[in-house]
């Protein structure tokens, strides 16, 4: 492992809880209806734990019933970056934060209008910026 990749994950460990380092990092998953963000209904932005960027708007999470938040858009186009994932014997598409790469969740094609597009994310990746 090359030194800033050292430095980089000591960086990491150092301003993410265990949990959310094996979620966000180690491209972990938390159980299903156990995060923090699961039922929330408050008005807000839903930013990267990690970097803080700006990724969900609230309005855009709906109850899809699978245990995780769920949201039919992104934010801002090109801030969610996808990538094949064939681990644990599916094909799926996994999504990162495209700034710092957090591991935010998965994206599935059975959400509802206007865009079809279930983004299911880890509560542990995100950190909700609420409207006041």
């Known amino acids: 492992m090359a030194d800033s990749q050292k430095d980089d994950e000591a ?6 809880s265990p949990e959310e380092y094996r979620i966000c990092r180690e491209k972990g998953t938390e159980r299903p209806f156990t995060g923090e963000y699961c ?7 839903y930013a990267c ?5 700006p990724l969900f708007d609230a309005a855009s999470k709906y109850d899809a019933g699978c245990g995780w938040p769920s ?4 934010l801002s186009e ?3 970056a996808e990538h094949p994932d064939v ?3 599916m094909i799926r598409t996994e999504i990162t934060c495209a700034h710092c790469g957090c591991h935010l969740g998965h994206v599935f094609e059975d959400g509802p209008a206007p865009t079809g597009l ?3 994310v880890n509560s542990a990746s995100l ?3 609420k409207k006041v």
């Open 49 to 53: 734990k990690c970097c803080g960027h």
């Open 118 to 120: 279930r983004y299911c």
């Open 11 to 16: 960086q990491w460990r150092a301003k993410l």
């Open 78 to 80: 090109g801030d969610i």
């Open 39 to 45: 039922h929330e209904k408050a008005d807000g932005t």
């Open 127 to 129: 950190t909700l910026k």
């Open 71 to 74: 949201f039919y858009q992104g």
């Open 87 to 89: 681990s644990h014997g």
